[in-house]
């Protein structure tokens, strides 16, 4: 078992892959008593076509999200019972591109690990228990549906991609699930579900020989061959530049989106991500000039923020929240962009901003959750996440300004809107 020390950060990760390409991370954290176990596969929402046995299957929208709900069934019952009952506390999500499973724990963590391992990897699927779950899951969606803040990101989204995968919804739609059978969850478990396709991380007061010979013991022995994916050709364009919708909301409410460059796996994935938020947080984050300059005009409000997001094959900055005129909030972020790219940004600036996201990434590593997620992520594509301080190294002003020239253009930007009801039940549609 190989470990690793990483001496600016002073933590420790024991890695081993095991002959059937299951990696395993263990991070020892002996002077606490919990223990935290995250068993992920690189499958999500975006993953509906693929090649399995050289045939490709188109699979419905959602497929991903409905696997994770069923995984829990097995032969003697429900696994998070089996969980609860021995003092765990486990849950499971679905993003875009992965699935995890996970449990914390003080007591019994080898007893509860076999059983994460166990039902994770042997599914147990009837046609009954599916045709159930479409009704509890269709809920969920028409529940989602009804809220504002999902359709602004999902529309935008819709607006930004012509044909890439991420542009669908992860929970997929009412009419989508309704195709899914047990056949079709067996399809995608057999493809997705199997040790070369999936890491095993634990955090806490654990031995990491142990967790290993564990892992060995329960799990399949066969790797599994690698699945080729689909996620669509997507075009430079956006696939429209406006949308809006008429909801019952208070205030007009705004998303504005930037189709951004994607980057390939590696480290350049990890960098790609530290230089995108850094650029977020230099452009519209609540000590920028352009905040202060916008709510001091009545144009925003405290509700106004941004993220950078992404996925495989994806990147995109967004921003917004509730405004009165989001064409102009939209103008001035474009026109912002362009001021600091022909300007320069700030030194002083760029350096509190710098030192503000390096000090978000060492406090992460305070978080059990936050370490076994983020080792994931750069296991499934291809970069060491702690070493972020060497690739904080390498990142420069410049090349925040870069990104912005490139990224934070009116050819690439789109905006989603949700405007309140009018009395009568209208939409107004950007398609």
Not at 35 to 63: E, H, N, Q, S, V
Not at 319 to 347: C, F, H, M, N, P
Request: glycine letters at 8%.
């Amino acid at each position: 078992m190989k470990q690793t020390f990483y001496e600016r950060i002073g933590e420790s990760v024991y890695r081993e892959k095991l002959p059937s390409g299951l990696q395993i991370c263990v991070v020892p954290k002996p002077e606490h008593a919990r223990k935290y176990a995250f068993f992920a596969t690189r499958y999500g929402g975006m993953d509906t076509r693929f090649c399995l046995d050289g045939k490709w299957l188109d699979t419905p929208a959602g497929i991903a999200h409905y696997l994770e709900h069923k995984m829990f069934d097995t032969k003697e019952g429900n696994a998070l019972q089996q969980l609860a009952q021995n003092g765990a506390e486990p849950n499971a999500f679905t993003s875009n591109a992965m699935t995890g499973y996970y449990f914390d724990s003080t007591e019994k963590f080898e007893e509860n690990l076999e059983i994460l391992l166990s039902f994770v990897s042997i599914p147990y699927f009837t046609d009954e228990s599916v045709a159930k779950e479409q009704g509890i899951i269709g809920q969920e969606i028409r529940m989602i549906e009804d809220n504002p803040d999902w359709q602004l990101y999902t529309r935008m989204m819709k607006a930004l991609y012509q044909a890439h995968a991420a542009r669908e919804s992860i929970a997929g739609t009412v009419e989508s699930i309704s195709h899914i059978t047990a056949q079709t969850l067996y399809d995608c478990h057999k493809a997705f579900y199997t040790p070369s396709n999936m890491i095993l991380t634990v955090v806490g007061n654990v031995d990491p020989i142990h967790v290993v010979d564990l892992a060995r013991r329960i799990l399949p022995r066969d790797g599994g061959p690698v699945i080729p994916r689909d996620y669509g050709q997507e075009p430079a364009a956006v696939a429209e530049k406006e949308t809006a919708m008429a909801m019952e909301v208070a205030a007009p409410q705004f998303l504005t989106g930037f189709k951004c460059d994607p980057a390939p796996e590696g480290e350049a994935y990890l960098r790609l991500a530290a230089i995108g938020d850094m650029a977020c947080d230099i452009l519209l984050g609540d000590s920028s000039p352009l905040y202060h300059r916008l709510y001091d005009q009545g144009l925003i409000n405290t509700s106004f923020g941004g993220a950078f997001e992404m996925m495989p094959g994806v990147a995109y900055l967004y921003a917004g929240g509730d405004s009165k005129d989001a064409r102009t909030v939209a103008a001035e972020i474009r026109k912002e962009a362009r001021r600091l790219t022909a300007e320069g940004i700030d030194e002083d600036f760029y350096q509190r901003v710098r030192r503000a996201a390096f000090g978000e990434n060492l406090r992460g590593l305070n978080s059990f959750e936050n370490i076994a997620v983020t080792l994931t992520e750069g296991y499934f594509h291809g970069y060491d996440p702690l070493r972020f301080p060497q690739v904080f190294d390498t990142i420069g002003k410049e090349d925040i300004a870069d990104f912005l020239a490139r990224n934070i253009t009116e050819d690439r930007a789109v905006l989603s809107e949700i405007t309140p009801r009018d009395g009568a039940d209208t939409e107004k549609e950007g398609t």
